[in-house]
């Protein structure tokens, strides 16, 4: 595979917020993620679910703009925007043609600096309307069984701060009110911490030298989790629900993105559930018919890593189904072919030159890896260590991170038992 040309840069202000950038010099499109350290983990215990809330009552009214006039300001931009509250972080981010960052950086520094829900006379609706979404999107989980499972799953095998869903809680979210979304504003909204991701069409020290005028004002540091992240393991839960399908839910160890191991980890996951040619779909689907869907994916806090994997089948061969999930589990740390290894790499390969094709696929990925590795990794540095990766490599993984101590939460008719191999 060709070389990438693209150059990562970084500037980091005096208040604490770090700005990445990626120029591509053929694209027209620009793309930005905030990444803001504030995320359920460190939320107020009794407020569960308020990092979701405040994340999208920002949206709804800032600087002098009402919620209308700055949807409207948006539209006039073409904004394609988003973001979400995650575990560790809640994201701001969009895409729109190079020419108009200026005007949209403008209208975030009023989104995150100056809300208008920091008002004393922001209108009840629009945050109690937050609110009540809040409250819909977790009554959802009842209709969507698998969904409440993980939900289930993440909090028993992180019993700590980890555990909390950015869904949140009932009563946590019934308790909120316009002075606690301003008080958490403003203990958790702060720059140390906090990244600017750019990506596409850009003009880096023009982004550096605006970014720096308007948020000049900002300053402090938001509460950490203050602890490792923990983990219970090896567990069994089961949710009874009478449903026509069984779900099937296992947790267990993985590598942070700091290790050594990270791309033979990375490799290995996808042999396991990177396609239908995988060794999930292939053993516990095809061959034995024993599930309608069946996966595997790999997962990171910093300084953890994790899988979750998922099996949906009926409750009469759902015994079997956890039995062979999870001897397959175990089965690849006894060696992988190089015929995997190279479709996997494949994969990841293919992928990875997707996400350069979208500036806003790569600004997301490059705050993240901010985050989590306190750099940038070039796109050469990432398919380096893809083709790194080998037969000897993945097994000198697994001798090092055996997968074992599974943790498992089911959800059906059919309360299972955990075999003794595993």
Same mark, same amino acid.
């Given at each position: *595979? =060709?070389?990438?040309?693209?150059?990562?840069? /970084?500037?980091?202000?005096?208040? @604490?917020? /770090?700005?990445?950038?990626?120029? *591509?010099?053929?694209?027209? =499109?620009? =793309?930005?993620?905030?990444?803001?350290? +504030?995320?359920?983990?460190?939320?107020?215990?009794?407020?569960?679910?308020?990092? @979701?809330?405040? #994340? %999208?009552?920002?949206?709804?009214?800032?600087? &002098?703009?009402?919620?209308?006039?700055?949807?409207?300001?948006?539209?006039?931009? &073409?904004?394609?925007?988003?973001?979400?509250?995650?575990? #560790?972080?809640?994201?701001? %981010?969009?895409? /729109?043609?190079?020419?108009?960052?200026?005007?949209?950086?403008?209208?975030? +520094?009023?989104?995150?600096?100056?809300?208008?829900?920091?008002?004393?006379?922001?209108?009840?609706?629009?945050?109690?309307?937050?609110?009540?979404?809040?409250?819909?999107?977790?009554?959802?989980? #009842?209709?969507?069984?698998?969904?409440? *499972?993980?939900?289930?799953?993440?909090?028993?095998?992180?019993?700590?701060?980890? @555990?909390?869903?950015?869904?949140?809680?009932?009563?946590?979210?019934?308790?909120?009110?316009?002075?606690?979304?301003?008080?958490?504003?403003?203990?958790?909204?702060?720059?140390? &911490?906090?990244?600017? +991701?750019?990506?596409? %069409?850009?003009?880096?020290?023009?982004?550096?030298?605006?970014?720096? /005028?308007?948020?000049?004002?900002?300053?402090?540091?938001?509460?950490?989790?203050?602890?490792?992240?923990?983990?219970?393991?090896?567990?069994?839960?089961?949710?009874?629900?009478?449903?026509?399908?069984?779900?099937?839910?296992?947790a267990w160890a993985g590598v942070p993105s700091t290790s050594e191991f990270n791309y033979d980890y990375r490799i290995a996951m996808s042999i396991l559930s990177g396609s239908m040619g995988a060794r999930l779909f292939t053993e516990v689907r095809e061959k034995r018919g024993l599930v309608y869907s069946v996966s595997a994916s790999p997962s990171t806090y910093r300084g953890c890593g994790y899988n979750m994997a998922y099996a949906g089948t009926t409750p009469e061969r759902s015994q079997e189904t956890l039995d062979v999930l999870l001897a397959e589990l175990v089965r690849i740390a006894d060696g992988v072919t190089q015929e995997e290894v190279e479709r996997a790499k494949i994969g990841m390969l293919s992928r990875l030159v997707m996400q350069d094709e979208s500036s806003r696929a790569r600004a997301a990925g490059i705050a993240r890896d901010q985050f989590m590795l306190g750099r940038v990794r070039s796109l050469d540095e990432v398919t380096e260590g893809i083709n790194r990766v080998s037969v000897d490599s993945i097994q000198n993984f697994y001798q090092a991170h055996p997968p074992r101590d599974f943790s498992v939460v089911t959800l059906g008719p059919a309360d299972l038992k955990m075999p003794e191999a595993v």
């Open positions: *595979m =060709a070389a990438y040309q693209t150059t990562t840069r /970084t500037h980091r202000l005096s208040n @604490g917020l /770090t700005i990445v950038g990626e120029p *591509m010099a053929e694209k027209q =499109a620009a =793309a930005w993620n905030f990444l803001i350290p +504030a995320g359920s983990a460190t939320e107020p215990a009794q407020r569960a679910g308020i990092t @979701g809330v405040l #994340e %999208g009552v920002s949206y709804r009214g800032a600087g &002098g703009r009402n919620a209308r006039e700055l949807s409207e300001a948006f539209d006039d931009l &073409g904004v394609d925007r988003g973001g979400a509250a995650d575990v #560790e972080y809640s994201t701001y %981010g969009g895409a /729109t043609l190079g020419d108009y960052l200026p005007p949209v950086m403008e209208l975030y +520094a009023d989104i995150l600096l100056r809300p208008q829900l920091l008002r004393d006379d922001f209108p009840a609706e629009e945050w109690q309307a937050q609110v009540a979404l809040a409250l819909q999107s977790l009554e959802s989980l #009842e209709d969507v069984p698998a969904r409440k *499972m993980f939900e289930q799953l993440r909090l028993a095998y992180f019993p700590g701060a980890h @555990g909390h869903s950015p869904l949140g809680t009932e009563a946590g979210l019934k308790a909120i009110t316009l002075a606690d979304l301003q008080a958490d504003h403003q203990a958790r909204y702060k720059p140390e &911490g906090a990244i600017l +991701a750019v990506a596409g %069409g850009i003009d880096f020290d023009a982004i550096v030298a605006q970014v720096e /005028t308007l948020f000049a004002g900002w300053s402090g540091a938001a509460p950490s989790p203050g602890e490792p992240v923990a983990v219970e393991t090896p567990i069994y839960q089961h949710i009874t629900q009478e449903t026509n399908q069984q779900h099937i839910g296992v």
